[in-house]
């Protein structure tokens, strides 16, 4: 197989080029490098299987030679990085889903779009299920994510439904694992950064919002099987354990050994109060469960961090 994958020196995409690597294909990664980062891929260097090109993909681009796979996974996905970019963040889920769109169709090649759980918004239904059109506010702050990845959406199923395109969308929960930048404030990464510091570990509002962790090596493996499968309309892809946040910092202090106290501070605008996906659609079409336990998941992330401070990396920064 040869694919071509947006994004690719992003965290989820570069262990998704990874995966495909080794399993024998040909990669074609582009990014700009807005949030992706280059150590991510320098282990790819040398295979001659894998081809880096940078690439903003707003801008209308081709890529030679036939391709079978095509992964949108384009985009700033941590609040910090789409509010410090709401523009470019609006562009590459509109003319960027375009473009790809564009070339899955000139290619004849299935189409992946790298959606999110951030289309149920706020969400008054729980757990959130595929079927449930979302509670997101379209002017918040947040709006430049959420309507991006809402708008994304629309665009594959009439690439679809128009045009005949092989489209598949999925909607990531959070994801962790190797590869996150410490401190880009999505959750894991905050706090892993915060109690490896021996800082206290911030929360905010109350602490019992929830949410549910999924190890990334879970999420390479559902977005290789939904590409492969004959499903059009989208599916989450997520760990459905629940936790409150509050939870989640006391597991963290236990795994490091730490005794750092916790902060609270304001809960942010728009910041969802329940997250848990329902999996039942992964379950029965695509055999897909996530296998990694939250404290298997961790304790690899951990490591990682360790070992990139021992290496004299120091702290990864954005």
Excluded at 72 to 86: E, I, N, R, T, V
Excluded at 111 to 137: I, M
Excluded at 228 to 255: H, M, Y
Aim: with cysteine; proline share 7%.
């Amino acid at each position: 197989m040869r694919i071509l994958v947006s994004g690719g020196a992003g965290f989820v995409a570069s262990h998704l080029c990874d995966r495909w690597l080794a399993d024998g294909s040909e990669v074609v990664a582009v990014d700009n490098f807005l949030t992706g980062r280059r150590e991510n891929i320098e282990h790819l260097s040398g295979e001659p299987r894998f081809v880096f090109r940078e690439q903003d993909v707003v801008e209308p681009f081709s890529v030679d030679g036939p391709l079978d796979y095509v992964f949108h996974m384009a985009s700033p996905a941590s609040p910090g990085d789409y509010l410090a970019y709401p523009i470019e963040t609006m562009l590459v889920g509109s003319a960027g889903t375009k473009n790809l769109l564009d070339i899955a169709l000139e290619k004849d090649a299935a189409f992946l779009l790298a959606s999110t759980s951030e289309c149920y918004g706020d969400p008054l239904e729980h757990p959130q299920r595929e079927s449930y059109w979302g509670n997101v506010n379209p002017v918040g702050p947040r709006s430049v994510y959420d309507e991006a990845k809402r708008y994304a959406e629309a665009l594959t199923m009439a690439y679809h439904r128009d045009r005949g395109v092989n489209t598949h969308i999925v909607r990531i929960f959070n994801t962790y694992g190797p590869r996150m930048k410490l401190n880009d404030g999505r959750v894991v990464p905050a706090f892993l950064d915060q109690a490896l510091q021996g800082k206290p570990i911030t929360i905010f509002g109350d602490g019992l919002q929830t949410r549910s962790f999924c190890y990334v090596d879970d999420l390479v493996d559902g977005l290789t099987r939904l590409i492969k499968s004959d499903e059009r309309l989208p599916v989450n892809i997520g760990n459905p354990a629940e936790l409150t946040i509050l939870k989640f910092a006391e597991v963290i202090q236990k795994l490091l050994g730490s005794n750092c106290p916790i902060e609270r501070k304001p809960l942010p605008a728009d910041d969802p109060k329940l997250r848990r996906p329902d999996i039942s659609k992964a379950q029965q079409v695509l055999g897909w469960e996530p296998r990694v336990s939250l404290e298997e998941g961790l304790t690899k992330t951990i490591d990682y961090f360790r070992a990139k401070e021992l290496s004299g990396a120091g702290r990864i920064a954005g």
